[in-house]
T-cell receptor
Framework: AQKITQTQPGMFVQEKEAVTLDCTYD???????LFWYKQPSSGEMIFLIY??????QNATEGRYSLNFQKARKSANLVISASQLGDSAMYFCAMREDHFDNYGQNFVFGPGTRLSVLP | NAGVTQTPKFQVLKTGQSMTLQCAQD?????MSWYRQDPGMGLRLIHY???????DQGEVPNGYNVSRSTTEDFPLRLLSAAPSQTSVYFC????????????FGQGTRLTVV
């Protein structure tokens, strides 16, 4: 079964507007982390934001915020004031904290391609 | 601080050839891993290592071998390349425990013809 679901293959947003990228996850673990990575056309994976399963506050990093709804198993990324440079693939990922792999194995979603329009 | 370095960046192989993708990190991370990225599927874990001398399989290990003789290096070996192994490969490293994010290399684009 899919552990990470990103239902939006592609999204468009006007420059300077906010956009929400959806992510739902599936786990029976109590301890896990949720991540968003950005992949521009150059191909590298850029870490954006992290949310721990026990964190009560939604994570924020500059223009990025993570809307964490634990009961719904949802971890949506909100980008405020979109810029042309935000055009990229965005991946949601989960890390289940298992002792045997030091809790470092990631499961990635299929990604959402965001296009920012001038 | 170089971070995670992957070589080569691009490679074309013929079916049946073997090769090694190199990965090195200079952050003294215990944990290293290899992922492959295919269109529409995100990244999938191939193999990982929690320290020198310790490796284990991920989700898609068939056709790949790894070893970890030092903390810094984690090479990925394709023993007999197949067209199904055409993909982009990422190496990642992170702290043993408590690390928030994984640090990724720049990726290796491999084409098997």
């Amino acid at each position: 079964a899919q552990k990470i679901t990103q239902t939006q293959p592609g999204m468009f947003v006007q420059e300077k507007e906010a956009v929400t990228l959806d992510c739902t996850y599936d786990t029976s673990d109590q301890s896990y982390g949720l991540f968003w990575y950005k992949q521009p056309s150059s191909g590298e994976m850029i870490f954006l934001i992290y949310q721990g399963s026990y964190d009560e506050q939604n994570a924020t990093e500059g223009r990025y915020s993570l809307n964490f709804q634990k009961a719904r198993k949802s971890a949506n990324l909100v980008i405020s004031a979109s810029q042309l440079g935000d055009s990229a693939m965005y991946f949601c990922a989960m890390r289940e904290d298992h002792f045997d792999n030091y809790g470092q194995n990631f499961v990635f979603g299929p990604g959402t391609r965001l296009s920012v329009l001038p | 601080n170089a971070g995670v370095t992957q070589t080569p960046k691009f490679q074309v192989l013929k079916t049946g050839q073997s090769m090694t993708l190199q990965c090195a990190q200079d952050m003294n991370h215990e944990y290293m891993s290899w992922y492959r990225q295919d269109p529409g599927m995100g990244l999938r874990l191939i193999h990982y290592s929690v320290g020198a001398g310790i490796t284990d399989q991920g989700e898609v290990p068939n056709g790949y071998n790894v070893s970890r003789s030092t903390t810094e290096d984690f090479p990925l070996r394709l023993l007999s390349a197949a067209p199904s192994q055409t993909s982009v490969y990422f190496c990642a490293s992170s702290f043993q425990m408590g690390g928030r994010e994984a640090f990724f290399g720049q990726g290796t684009r491999l084409t098997v013809v």
